[in-house]
Structures are given as structure tokens and as C-alpha cells.
């Protein structure tokens, strides 16, 4: 199963260099560095299809926490490019992209759906063998 927290990281990496953003993917610690991102997973929705095929459609709030003046123009700024940051991941297209400002704080919604298979248990790898030989032909 891909690690979509991690591709949203690495997302964001691309344009907010680590040195000036903090990427919070857990809890948010007290005292906390602004500017900085928080990645909060809201829920997955798992609906199983035929063939030991499952679909996972993970939801995700990803928070942007500004810092100094004019918060909620730096939230509509960093909205306008989150839009093209995580519609598209490495391995991975987002729908249902949205975003809100509460609080002085960006919101920005997305989700992102993958199919899993799942191997049963008794699978195990078969043996091969194989014969060779030269044959020698006249000439």
C-alpha cells in the first residue's frame, strides 16, 4: 500500500524547503514554529470488490499554519499552490480538492484512492526447475 502521508511530504518538499517549514505528520508540539504545515488524516473509506481487491479512499486536512502579518492572504497564496502541489502526487491523483480558512488558519482538503490486493496466505512460490542440454549438430 503507498504511504500517502509520505507523498504528501515529499509533495510539499518540492516548494516549501525544510529550513523554513516544519511538516508536522503526527502531533502538532506546544510551542510550535510558524510558518508550518500539520497532515492530519480525517478518515479512510474501505469498500471491497471481487477478486481480493479492496479500495481505500483516504480523506486528508492538510493545515497551513501562517506566520506575521496578513495570515489570510498567505493562506489564499499557499491554497493556490497546494491546488496544483497535491493534485497530482507521485503515485497518486487527488480528488475533492477544497480548501477554508478558520481561525487565521488554512484548511486544505483532499483525497486520495488507491486499490489494494490482498494475497492469502497459503500463497507461496511455486519451484522451477529447468533442464538443459547442447546439442551438437554437424557441419
Known sequence: MIDVIKEICNALRTQYPEEQYDVYTEEIEQGFTEPCFAIHQLRADVTPYPNRRTEIVQHFDVRFFPKGERPREQCRRVAETLVFLLRQLA?????????EITDDVLHFFVSYRQFVRELPEEYRMEVLQLKTSVAETEG
Open 91 to 99: 503515485s497518486l491523483r487527488g480528488t475533492g480538492l477544497n480548501w
